[in-house]
């Protein structure tokens, strides 16, 4: 998990997501968001050093590890990797499901433009969800989701 090499298993409910009252809420699309850290360790003119192999560098990262502050921190393993021509995309009045998942640190999303109309922050669906969450905790080595129906045109960005 050290080096971005996690994810996550979310099973929806057979019977698809209600909103605690019985009420179906039924979605569009689904979008993943990994969240990964990654620990790389510099040398003494704080370069980032490399490797031959994952585990010649084990000692060293164990190190930085150990200081709980991750040298890099994106988003489905790469920069830009939900950004252009990857970014995720929804016409007005559909419905997105965003799960989203940290397999080290806790996390607040936050979609700026818009907020969690049904967010299940731990992914426990036989709970019923918080209802419209600007910010929304997932705590670290869990995965939660919210759901939010687009109600305009424009750029929403997931931070």
Do not use: C
Not at 37 to 60: H, L
Not at 73 to 85: E, I, P, R, S, W
Not at 120 to 145: L, M, R, S, V, Y
């Amino acid at each position: 998990v050290t080096a971005g090499m996690n994810g996550a298993i979310m099973v929806l409910p057979r019977e698809g997501l209600t909103d605690g009252k019985g009420n179906a809420l039924p979605y569009d699309r689904i979008y993943y968001v990994g969240e990964q850290d990654f620990y790389v360790p510099k040398d003494a003119d704080g370069n980032y050093m490399t490797y031959e192999s994952i585990g010649d560098g084990y000692a060293d990262t164990l190190e930085v590890m150990r200081k709980l502050i991750p040298s890099h921190v994106v988003f489905n393993g790469k920069v830009g990797a939900l950004t252009g021509d990857n970014a995720m995309t929804a016409a007005v009045g559909e419905r997105g499901l965003i799960v989203h998942s940290q397999a080290n640190r806790d996390t607040r999303p936050h979609l700026i433009g818009g907020h969690g109309d049904y967010v299940w922050q731990t992914g426990k669906f036989h709970n019923a969800p918080d209802i419209d969450q600007e910010t929304w905790f997932i705590p670290g080595g869990a995965a939660g989701a919210a759901l939010y129906t687009f109600l305009q045109p424009g750029v929403y960005a997931y931070v």
